[in-house]
């Protein structure tokens, strides 16, 4: 199938759910971007720094670009005069940094928190207490160039799909007690990113507002050679 069928085809699956595709571009070249945005696709995923704002450069101005990877402090500068929504705050730190960035860019950008649910030690994110004590603090309400749009996770890279579901649950879970028990100006709880290629439909029936879907759109990734 092309990148464009591939793109209908999992916009057509996800419409039930009314989740939104975006399209983890990583290590792909601009061309294939390209055939996918002319099939309609307006919001790319990334998950490194210097391939995000290489490709923005050169992209259609209309694209609505995610940063999904782990983001380091000292390159939120970088990305800060456009990134539409990052999802993978993992520390009061970044935050602080990104809405320092915001600050300097005019610009209230939006996040979502990350959630460390899986049984692996490999994934980032805040701890369910760490992440009420944060919600619930002085700290955060004084962050007013950032918006709190919602959580991310990532489940257990398993076979096992009951587990990956419990894991999915737990996350809608904590996102609906924020929603229901949060008030604060810059928590607005809309989003709630989790699923990717193996696991996006136990996402979806847990809740999953947004899925980051790489591969089965573009293919196997082109990582350089060591």
């Known amino acids: 199938m092309s990148i464009v ?33 002319e099939g309609g696709q307006r919001d790319f995923g990334e998950n490194k720094v210097q391939e995000l704002t290489a490709k923005q450069e050169v992209m259609p101005k209309d694209i609505k670009w995610h940063m999904i990877g782990h983001l380091q402090r000292n390159k939120v500068k970088y990305i800060a005069p456009f990134v539409h929504l990052i999802h993978a705050v993992d520390s009061p730190r970044l935050l602080a940094e990104i809405n320092k960035q915001a600050l300097k860019n005019e610009r209230v950008i939006s996040c979502l928190l990350q ?27 004084e962050h007013q160039n950032i918006k709190v749009l919602g959580l991310m996770g990532m489940a257990t890279n398993t076979n096992d799909k009951a587990q990956v579901r419990k894991e999915f649950d737990q996350l809608k879970s904590l996102f609906d007690q924020i929603r229901n028990n949060i008030n604060l100006n810059n928590v607005d709880m809309q989003e709630l990113s989790m699923g990717m290629t193996s696991d996006y439909i136990e996402a979806c029936e847990a809740g999953s507002t947004m899925v980051r879907i790489g591969s089965a759109i573009f293919g196997a990734r082109n990582y350089p050679q060591q």
């Open 115 to 141: 959630v460390h649910i899986a049984k692996e030690e490999t994934k980032f994110g805040f701890d369910e207490t760490e992440l009420m004590e944060f919600l619930n603090s002085d700290t955060l309400k």
């Open 5 to 37: 069928n591939n793109i209908n085809h999992y916009n057509e699956e996800l419409a039930p759910y009314n989740t939104q595709l975006i399209a983890v571009s990583k290590t792909k070249p601009v061309e294939n971007l390209l055939q996918a945005y």
